[in-house]
């Protein structure tokens, strides 16, 4: 009885050689790099994670890349990373390049509806948003703020509690 193609590949052998060493690289890389390395603090961050799993992906179930060619891959990404990393702390010009700027959704239970049509956010999103944090009432809310990463941020207000103002220093009004 012969079986399908699909069922005896002839990578058998190589899709689990390749899935531990490229394994081992991300390990490796991740440790070299730091804590960062899959972080979503900034739109960057995100696409890196992404382009990491899609690589790793590639080069464990795919003829090509090959692993060295994966690992090759694996580098030009870390130190991607790394530098951009380096420039983003070397001044505010390369950061704005970079990333995204934190939008203001709302203050003080106002809305801003300029910045939700900037951030391409519906007043349906922001109810959900606000839902899930638990807010009963709009002058419940200190600050909703949209994060580089494209995550909402809700701020509850406090009864006899000022926000500081420098957690809103970098976020756009």
Known sequence: MAFPDWLTSTQWLT????????????ILFHR?????????MSAFDFVMTVAIGSLVAT????????????????????????????GRSAGKAFERIVDNEPLLLMRKGEVFEK??????????????????NGILRYRDVEAVIM???????????????????????????
């Open 147 to 173: 994060e580089t990463t494209g995550i909402i941020s809700v701020i509850k207000r406090q009864e006899g509690v000022e926000m500081d103002d420098d957690l809103l220093q970098s976020v756009r009004t």
């Open 32 to 40: 070299l790099n730091g804590l960062r390395s899959f972080s979503t």
């Open 115 to 132: 910045n939700l049509q900037k951030a391409r956010v519906t007043r349906d999103d922001l109810r959900v948003k606000l839902r899930e």
């Open 15 to 26: 899709v689990p050689l390749s899935a531990v060493g490229i394994y081992f690289a991300v």
């Open 59 to 86: 080069t464990i179930l795919s003829p090509r890349p090959a692993l060295m060619e994966g690992v090759l891959g694996l580098t030009a990404l870390f130190l991607l990373q790394s530098l951009i990393a380096l």
